[in-house]
């Protein structure tokens, strides 16, 4: 068996690519997170870097935060409506149009980081996502990127077990929306950036924002005392680059295997560097002055099975397409073979 690293193939397909040139490409990105934060460095800042250097120049893309062309949760209208180019961002945030964007987004309750890296990029994962999104949306999308388990909760009270949910004023997004809610709480849906004033002038009881070390670069443990684990509510998520399918078509091979290759690496990067901070943090919050709190072994079980549950009836609502079944038949498959053979020790 011959192995190659992800970096090596890299670049030798990068050598490949910039020995044919071809016209440029110009291209505007709107993000769902706001220019200066570190996770706009870390995601959008190294793609548009990246597929520059990989296209050999040939693609320039110019990156603009949450809020300057569109807002948090108008990237992919954006695209559509042509105000951008492309859009950097996370499916979560337009379940409402079509369920089926939760898989990537975050199902609660489903696939793990790891599973889904390996899902996403071995187990035709990102191949469903680009047809998936031409399919639904008119745009192409690629897998841009890795999320590691969120913290579950940064909450001014408790939070434990199932009756601990009752009128609990809960900050969320996405599918977990309607999740919480069957579990009695009281949701509320506030752009990220926002997230972390309304918690710390308690306008919320407690709030879900992002992994470990990206809360903390926040500050969310020092306005709520306690920290709730494990994130089953968003175990991984997937974001992506997309763009009108016209756009895409219309860009030179050159600049598609640029943009894959990029989208790669930014994944990989993402994954391994966020796993390792978000460890190291919640070590570091152990020995510190929250509260850790890890939620019953009941309250993972009925949030799995609200999660499935959900997907499920809206799969039965939605009578335009068959998505839904088809992209869950390949997630749940892999997720139930993941959790059944190789990932039964963790």
Known sequence: MIYRS??????????TLAAAPSQGANLTLTAWEREGSEVFDIYVRTFVELASEFSGGELQVTPYGAGVIAGVFDGHAAVNDGLADMNFGWAGYIVNQHAGNAYFGALPGGMGPEALYHWTYNGGGKELLTEFRRAVDGQHAVACGMLGSEVFAHSHRSIQTLADFEGLRHRTAGAFVDVIQALGATPTVIPGPDVFPALERQAIDSAEY??????????????AEYVILPGIHTPAAVYELSMTTATWDGLSEQSQRAIELACEIVTSR??????????????????????????????IKRIREEGRSWIDAKGAETSSDDWIERIGEAYFTYQDQWLASYNRVQ
């Open 6 to 15: 992800t970096l090596a193939a890299c670049s030798l397909a990068v050598l």
């Open 210 to 223: 992002l992994t470990p070390y990206l809360n903390a670069q926040v500050g969310f443990h020092n306005v």
């Open 270 to 299: 993402s994954y391994t560097y966020l796993g390792d901070r978000d460890m190291k943090t919640v070590q570091e919050l152990e020995a510190g002055r929250n509260q850790i709190v890890v939620l019953d072994d009941e309250v």
